[in-house]
Nanobody
């Protein structure tokens, strides 16, 4: 099993930046598919970005060119650099993990979430 704790959320103005962190513990971090998801009130949870254990990265269309997912295996931490934030990015952001290197649609491990609010 793995425990995930997100941090770095907050309130920013449009065009601002935030860096989310996801600290993993309890199990091996390296080699896992890791992902970021977000859920706005009244909407379904959507994938934002994911990184396979081999380093393959995919982004959702709304964040392409603005967000960057990365990981530091030495620190057991996943990051999401969020640039040029828009009000539409406002949501609760969750870190998730699989037990495999490859990514799929099932993530059994989740963090508690960190709120991101973008408004003027």
């Amino acid at each position: 099993q793995v425990q995930l704790v997100e941090s770095g959320g907050g309130s920013v103005q449009p065009g601002g930046s935030l860096r989310l962190s996801c600290a993993a513990s309890g199990a091996t971090f390296s080699g896992r598919c890791m992902g970021w998801f977000r859920q706005a009130p009244g909407k379904e949870r959507k994938g934002v970005a994911r990184m396979g254990g081999t380093g393959v990265i995919t982004y959702a269309d709304p964040v392409k060119g603005r967000f960057i997912i990365s990981r530091d295996n030495a620190k057991n931490t996943l990051y999401l650099q969020m640039n040029n934030l828009e009000p539409e990015d406002t949501a609760m952001y969750y870190c998730a993990a699989r037990s495999t290197n490859y990514c799929s649609d099932t993530f059994p491990y989740w963090g508690q979430g960190t709120q991101v609010t973008v408004s003027s």
